[in-house]
């Protein structure tokens, strides 16, 4: 692949178009411009408490999906409930298919720690086959459900950073700003500045 093209492999609509955003925004001291081709494979997901496994085993598979030598990457989002030692994590998606929003704010009920946690975890597959990981996470609270619910569970997740908003109470870029997704990718547009990949 020339011309600094990477793939991102997903699924999830909402997600390309954060992404495609942060790595939009502001210029690099290298002027490198990176360019984001999406395919929309549903991969198969590890079920692991372990995030770091879950996003190595989806790069896997990713690589295996599209052939080995191109750029290539993944990331998976967990939701973390303080009180539950870190579930429903990865299987928030299950949950939200299952249960939807206003059971998943019910199951916290009985507990006074609302507390939890956001979490990307980005595997990137470089062209000469090695792995790597990036990941963001913002702490907030689970609330009962405020503002649009077009995206997962951003309507029932405050952030710590936001003053009192909910991620779907944020504009777009004030999201992407303070969001475990923004800070993984921080940290990978980084990396891809930087680097030969
Ligand atoms: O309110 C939200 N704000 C977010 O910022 C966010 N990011 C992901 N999600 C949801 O959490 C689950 C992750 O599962 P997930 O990482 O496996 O994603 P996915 O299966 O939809 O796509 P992909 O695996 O093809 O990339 C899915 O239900 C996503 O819709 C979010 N919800
Ligand atoms: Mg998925």
Known sequence: MSNNEIVFVTGNANKLKEVQSI????????????????????LEELQDIDLNAI????????????????????????LRFDEFNGLPGAYIKW?????????????????????????????????????????????????????PTT???DSIFEPLESHGLTYAEMSKDAKNAISHRGKAFAQFKEYLYQNEF
């Not at 790595?23 to 549903?42: F, G, P, R």
């Not at 996003?55 to 967990?78: M, R």
């Not at 597959?125 to 792995?131: H, L």
């Open 55 to 78: 996003a190595l085993a989806k790069g896997k598979q990713a690589v295996l999906a599209l052939g080995k030598g191109k750029p290539v990457f993944v990331e998976d989002t967990a």
């Open 95 to 147: 949950f939200l298919k299952s249960m939807g929003l206003d059971k998943i704010v019910k199951m916290l009920e009985p507990f006074e720690n609302k507390n939890a946690e956001a979490v990307t975890t980005i595997c990137f597959a470089g062209s000469k086959g090695e792995y790597h990981i990036f990941q963001g996470i913002t702490k907030g609270k689970i609330v009962s459900s405020r503002g």
């Open 151 to 153: 995206f997962g569970w």
């Open 23 to 42: 790595l939009a925004q502001d210029a690099n001291s290298n002027n490198k411009t990176i360019h984001l081709i999406n395919e929309a494979l549903d």
